[in-house]
């Protein structure tokens, strides 16, 4: 029996990525989207890009999180409540990020950006073996790879959402991207609890937006 979960985590590591984001069918700017050849991690498959000088905006409007309802949805198994909690944190952190560039405003006007972000999906952790794996001797090494790739530890969870930003004098499109964030395969701590590393995703994909504006 002391063999059987480390034989476990090698007949499943494998399939540990989980589903990657796609052009929701439901999204206004799905149209737009292009498969997107600049992101060999994988974190943003699919973008519209317009030549944008990002400087030259000083304001944001940040519309309230939506929660998408479109039969394309990757939530698997995270319920109502779950959904909620993580709309709720999106609000906050993007909110709390980009006050660090931008001036919050609730109307349109010159020099200003609208951002809408949709949430479309998330995977839980897996409990106990999103911690395990970390240390064992099948996961320890995969996770290392997945780290140096960028890419996502063993059974651990992640958020997918949708971003559209627009300018909000003209409503010009910008910029739009499905992404699937998630914490490094190191951070031992976004393993405990089944929600920690699809938080994880959201505050690193907020701190991603603020580099791209700056």
Known sequence: MRHALPLLLCATLAGCAGTQPHPYADLPASRELRLNTQDPSGRIPYR?????????YRNVILDPVVIYQGADHQFNAINANERLILARYMDQQFADTLQGRFKPVQRPAPRTLR???TLTGAERTTPYLGTFSRF???GGPY????????????FTGS?????????????RLLDSYVTKQYP???DIGA???DLT??????DKGAQMMLAQFK
């Open 115 to 117: 951002i809408r972000l």
């Open 191 to 193: 393993t405990h609890g």
């Open 184 to 186: 490094s395969p190191l």
């Open 136 to 138: 064992d001797l099948a």
């Open 48 to 56: 519209y890009s317009a030549y944008v000088d990002w400087k030259t």
């Open 159 to 171: 958020v997918s959402y949708s971003v559209e930003v627009y300018n909000a004098y003209t409503n």
């Open 197 to 202: 590393a699809a938080k994880a995703g959201i």
């Open 143 to 154: 996770n290392l790879v997945q780290t140096l790739r960028g890419n996502k530890g063993s």
